[in-house]
């Protein structure tokens, strides 16, 4: 496996948690890697019938021998990741870049109520004023934060060094390629690039260093915020079919949309796709529920992976058929080298 970036397909939300979290317990992950943005995410972990909702932490966490980064291109508030450090107990193994950004008090309410906030539907965590101050080269970073001083290292060396040292390590994105400041349906986008190569960057991995890119594609859309949505369902309809979700962060309901195979293949070329990985199968098809196997899928759901592998020209890897981290068909072995 060696070194894996994980992106987001779509608009975010698209299960990158759960695959994260159960890449960290399978492959014997060495370090998890946070890069993408701040706490606009929010990643769900199910492990052992608990409910973790992150906006900070690796979602790798569940495996305890897995070392936990914060790169220096994502921004950490600090109220936030030690809350979380002590949610998940993991003191002893989480690290910070010293030039990690720091999203402050005033972030938040530069975030929260103005007209641009209001216009683009932002999360309200700061996330994009301190993007805007770190541009600006007037913003903290994490070695300016007395809190956080025991947690601050030199994270792009310590990755390499994993890396060169044939450990298995991944990049966990936040976001998803759509909501990219530059490949997303600006201005209704985050506050930075968010695709496999900004990934790399963030953590100060070179493009030679990797070996695969997973991007996560849920089995329907969905977005939350303003911004065009192709095929939009109303409300009624994203109901009736058992789509309808809620914000990790905000609550919000999301808007969805049936699988958007044009979308799909663009994400495939801008993060220069391996393989990916389609999540909440069980959604569009209640028979897959739980289900651990390829052969034992109902056979329409075979069909839409087919579908899938045939247009987009890549192998799905990964199925999700439940929010659990073991709820998944793991299909690496059969299809990939
Ligand atoms: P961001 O993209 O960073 O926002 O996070 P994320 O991709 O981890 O997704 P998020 O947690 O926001 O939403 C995904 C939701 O789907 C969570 O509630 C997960 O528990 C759930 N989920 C993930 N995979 C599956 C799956 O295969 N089946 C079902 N039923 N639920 C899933
Ligand atoms: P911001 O990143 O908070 O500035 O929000 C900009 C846009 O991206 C809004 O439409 C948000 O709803 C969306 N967004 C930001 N982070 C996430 C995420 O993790 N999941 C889904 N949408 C997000
Ligand atoms: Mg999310």
Redesign the pocket.
């Known amino acids: 496996m060696a070194c894996t970036v994980i992106v987001?397909g779509f608009f975010?939300?698209?299960?990158?948690?759960?695959i994260a979290s159960y890449l960290a317990i399978s492959d014997k992950l060495a370090a998890m890697v946070r890069a993408g943005c701040g706490t606009n995410?929010?990643?769900?972990v199910?492990y052992k019938g608990e409910k973790f909702k992150l906006r900070q932490i690796p979602?790798g966490f569940v495996n305890e021998k897995t070392k936990l980064y914060m790169s220096a291109g994502v921004l950490v508030d600090p109220e936030v990741i030690i809350k979380e450090i002590e949610e998940t107990n993991t003191k002893e193994r989480l690290k910070i870049d010293f030039h990690t950004g720091i999203i402050e008090p005033q972030h938040r309410e530069r975030d929260t109520g103005t007209a641009i906030s209001k216009i683009i539907g932002t999360t309200g965590s700061g996330s994009g004023p301190c993007n805007v101050d770190r541009a600006s080269r007037v913003g903290k970073v994490a070695k300016d934060v007395p809190e956080l001083a025991e947690y601050l290292c030199d994270v792009a060396r310590e990755v390499n060094e994993l890396i060169d040292a044939q450990e298995n390590v991944v990049l966990e994105g936040?976001?998803?390629t759509f909501l990219s400041l530059y490949h997303g349906t600006y201005p209704f986008v985050t506050s930075k690039d968010v695709c496999a190569s900004a990934i790399c960057s963030d953590v100060g991995i070179g493009p030679t260093k990797i070996d695969d890119v997973l991007v996560?594609f849920k089995a329907y859309v969905t977005r939350v915020g303003e911004g065009p949505l192709e095929g939009e369902l109303s409300e009624e309809e994203t109901i009736k079919r058992g789509w309808q979700?809620k914000?990790?962060v905000t609550g919000r309901t999301r808007r969805a949309s049936p699988f958007n195979y044009k979308l799909a293949k663009r994400a495939v070329f801008l993060n220069g796709a391996t393989q990916c990985a389609l999540?909440?199968?069980?959604?569009v098809f209640p028979d897959a529920k739980g289900i651990k196997t390829f052969e034992e899928l109902p056979r329409e759901a075979v069909g839409f992976i087919r579908e899938v592998e045939a247009q987009l020209k890549i192998p799905v890897t990964l199925i999700?058929?439940?929010?659990g981290v073991e709820?998944?068909i793991d299909r690496r072995s059969d299809l990939l080298r």
């Open positions: 987001g975010g939300d698209e299960g990158k948690g759960k995410a929010g990643h769900t199910v979602c936040t976001q998803g996560i979700e914000g990790t999540t909440k199968l069980d959604v999700g058929t439940g929010p709820e998944i």
